[in-house]
């Protein structure tokens, strides 16, 4: 027989959510891993499973983002450009552009284009550049969603009946010391003396993630892992 607490992978005829955990308000998926929903079980939990962990959604999200970014490039580059011809016109129109002006001052009535082309050029190119700008700066949302996956350390644990809210800090802790600990080891090497800031803020974030999985651990009755680096340099 198989233990409640390793029970098979749902099928398709179970509903979303439908082979509870026997201690705790998470729920398995149809991967087959467990989860919990930081509000609780509810209708919406599928939705927000699906949009974080299942592939199909996930790379469509991925997929419809990218096209945004590009949407928003281009019309941020249009714009910048006829801004730029506008201005082109103005400027080259007063003779303050050099070898615009020379053209005469009633340029515009003479059908003369330097102007627009020069400006709207220069547009482009400020567009080109804030939207790239833009592009580098935007970083991807590394804060954990309202459902998050369930390690084993917190399935295992001799805990019954705990808030939703409660097991989604667990979670979210010992998930991120367990994340942090593969790079860390790298993020706190020294190797020139401009390193040793970076290294120093590497070594202060994961000693504060180390402290909230201690803490989890403390809350769950496991013994804590021992920390990856020592904390102090």
Do not use: K, N
């Amino acid at each position: 027989m198989t233990p409640p607490d390793h029970q098979p992978a749902p099928s398709r005829e179970v509903p979303f959510g439908g082979l509870p955990h026997p201690r705790l308000p998470v729920f398995r998926a149809p991967d087959g891993e467990w989860y919990v929903d930081r509000d609780g079980l509810g209708p919406g939990s599928e939705r927000r499973w699906r949009a974080a962990f299942d592939a199909a959604t996930v790379r469509r999200r991925r997929l419809l983002a990218g096209l945004g970014v590009v949407l928003r490039s281009v019309l941020l580059a249009v714009a910048c450009a006829s801004a730029g011809a506008l201005v082109g016109v103005v400027v080259g129109g007063s003779g303050v552009l050099p070898g615009v002006g020379t053209r005469g001052a009633d340029f515009a009535s003479a059908g003369d284009p330097t102007g627009v082309i020069v400006g709207g050029a220069l547009g482009l190119l400020v567009g080109i550049g804030v939207a790239i700008g833009v592009m580098l700066a935007t970083q991807p949302d590394g804060a954990p969603g309202p459902v998050v996956r369930v390690p084993e350390e917190v399935l295992v644990a001799d805990v019954d009946g705990p808030p939703p809210r409660r097991v989604w800090l667990w979670s979210t802790a010992l998930d991120a010391e367990a994340t942090a600990r593969r790079t860390i080891g790298y993020e706190v090497e020294v190797e020139r003396p401009a390193q040793a800031a970076s290294a120093a803020r590497a070594r202060a974030r994961y000693a504060a993630i180390y402290g909230a999985s201690v803490e989890a651990a403390r809350d769950l009755g496991i013994p804590p892992r021992a920390p990856a680096i020592p904390l102090e340099p």
